[in-house]
């Protein structure tokens, strides 16, 4: 490893808790026989991106929501609790890793979520950074491969030399989504940070709505975001 990376990179936290056993358990299972951290990245990546279902009506208010040894029990969340379990596991293996926040218009949601949400802007949308090779590199695993599949869009690939960001078309070539402003990395998820930004971008009556929504059925999701109406910007 470059002496010049933070160690904070590769220590766990609270939320990011990369010596929790089932954390350090699947990370070893997923990168199985291979030595190389670049195969132990792309690895890990293409488990968190496919096996954790993209949820964007996951809880989000309390830093236990972005615990990564929970949001492999459970199994779904939104981008920043994906980013989050795939920066443990990346720690977990000994690779420094981060992760990093961005504003993005998302041209390719559902119906649904935008009545929800009241914009197709999507603030501190998160992803990954692993140290490979001398450099940082981004990992994106929001969209698992068969929501891509519904909503037209190649399912983003990660070969761990380049930044795996987003896809700014879908299969149509229509616009799927673009970044609109730079949140920069950390070595956590800065939670406070990320409803503070949330209230500040869709109205603090609608973040306090959302909350008290989530605490009724007791953190489970609000609703199936995969059988919701395609959005195609119309």
């Known amino acids: 490893m470059n002496s010049t990376v933070d160690e904070r990179y590769l220590r766990p936290t609270a939320i990011i808790d990369s010596d929790h056993p089932e954390i350090l358990d699947q990370a070893t299972k997923t990168a199985g026989d291979s030595r190389d951290p670049v195969e132990k990245a792309v690895k890990i990546y293409y488990y968190v991106r ?40 990346g ?86 989504m673009e970044y609109v402003a730079d949140h920069g990395t950390h070595a956590d998820i800065p939670v406070e940070a990320i409803v503070a930004a949330w209230k500040e971008a869709y109205g603090e009556a609608r973040v306090l709505a959302w909350i008290e929504g989530l605490e009724n059925p007791a953190g489970q999701t609000r609703s199936d975001f995969a059988s919701e109406e395609v959005w195609k910007g119309d």
Not at 79 to 85: D, E, G, I, N, T
Not at 94 to 99: A, D, E, G, M, T
Not at 143 to 159: I, K, M, S
Request: glycine letters at 6%.
């Open 50 to 89: 496919d096996t954790v279902w993209y949820d964007p009506y996951s809880p989000f208010y309390l830093p236990e929501h972005y615990r990564a040894s929970r949001v492999l029990k459970r199994g779904r969340g939104f981008c920043v609790p994906k980013a989050s379990l795939l920066c443990a596991m």
């Open 91 to 176: 720690r977990a293996l000994s690779i420094p890793s981060r992760v990093g926040f961005a504003t993005v218009r998302n041209h390719l949601a559902t119906r649904q979520l935008i009545a929800f949400m009241g914009s197709d802007r999507f603030v501190y949308h998160g992803y990954t950074e692993f140290f490979l090779q001398g450099k940082w590199v981004k990992a994106t695993p929001a969209f698992n491969r068969a929501l891509c599949q519904r909503h037209q869009v190649a399912p983003l690939e990660f070969d761990g030399h380049t930044d795996s960001v987003f896809q700014p078309f879908n299969l149509n070539q229509k616009q799927f």
